[in-house]
């Protein structure tokens, strides 16, 4: 099947401070990526959908100025939380959608975030 | 509005067969997905039924019937393993996901 990966698996900034997520198709062309956000014990929670090479849709109350979402290829989208705030803190989960009419996305192994 | 509806928690014993139920409200219906997630990890894909009637997988079958919004996951041959999430998901009219809470399946010997 479809690989996705995630980088890093965990990561732990500071207030403030902005970190970089990387989401990658490895063995197959993304045409469109998704990110989503988990809180503990809750279900997935849509942010944004990239499409390659045009500006992310992003969900009702996502800011985008916060999330900043880049899909330069076909095989990496990356995921920038600026200026990062405790209530950041989540697992934030993306997944990857190849050619059309391909129904099913495959998910990267997740990015636990924890901002201190 | 969109809605998705699965019971919060259910526990069933190794070897036995448990029933997991989802049932929705959409604006349009495109295929209804069924993920397993482990604590901790992302959503595996399990699933997928646009038409109606039962699609099995192996030790999973999964149902759906479009005119009663109604689908289940029907896990067989329980093992510790299945312990996990199961979570439903919909895709609606623009083709956009929509997913329910997540059933948290316990397993017990």
């Known amino acids: 099947g479809a690989v996705v990966s995630q980088h890093p698996s965990r990561v732990i900034c500071k207030s403030g401070t902005s970190v970089k997520i990387e989401c990658r198709s490895l063995d197959f062309q993304a045409t469109t990526m998704f990110w989503y956000r988990q809180f503990p014990k809750k279900s997935l929670m849509l942010m944004a959908t990239?499409?390659?090479?045009?500006?992310?849709?992003?969900e009702q109350g996502v800011e985008k100025d916060k999330f900043l979402i880049n899909h330069a290829s076909l095989t990496l989208s990356t995921l920038t939380v600026t200026s990062a705030h405790p209530e950041d803190s989540s697992f934030y989960i993306c997944?990857?959608?190849?050619?059309?009419?391909?129904?099913?996305?495959?998910f990267g192994p997740g990015t636990r975030l924890t901002v201190t | 509005g969109q809605n998705i509806d699965q019971p919060t928690e259910m526990t069933a014993t190794e070897g036995a067969i448990v029933q997991i139920n989802c049932t929705y409200q959409?604006?349009?219906?495109?295929?209804l997905f069924w993920y397993q997630q482990h604590a901790g990890e992302a959503p595996t894909f399990l699933s997928y039924?646009?038409l109606d009637g039962l699609e099995e997988k192996g030790r999973f079958s999964s149902f759906l019937s479009r005119s009663k919004g109604y689908s289940y996951l029907l896990l067989k041959e329980l093992q510790m393993k299945d312990s996990a999430s199961y979570l439903c998901a919909v895709r609606d009219e623009d083709y956009q996901l929509i997913w329910g809470a997540g059933t948290k399946l316990i397993i017990k010997p």
């Open positions: 959409t604006s349009g219906f495109n295929g």
């Open positions: 997944s990857a959608k190849g050619l059309a009419g391909d129904y099913e996305q495959y």
């Open positions: 039924n646009v």
């Open positions: 990239s499409n390659e090479g045009s500006k992310a849709t992003y």
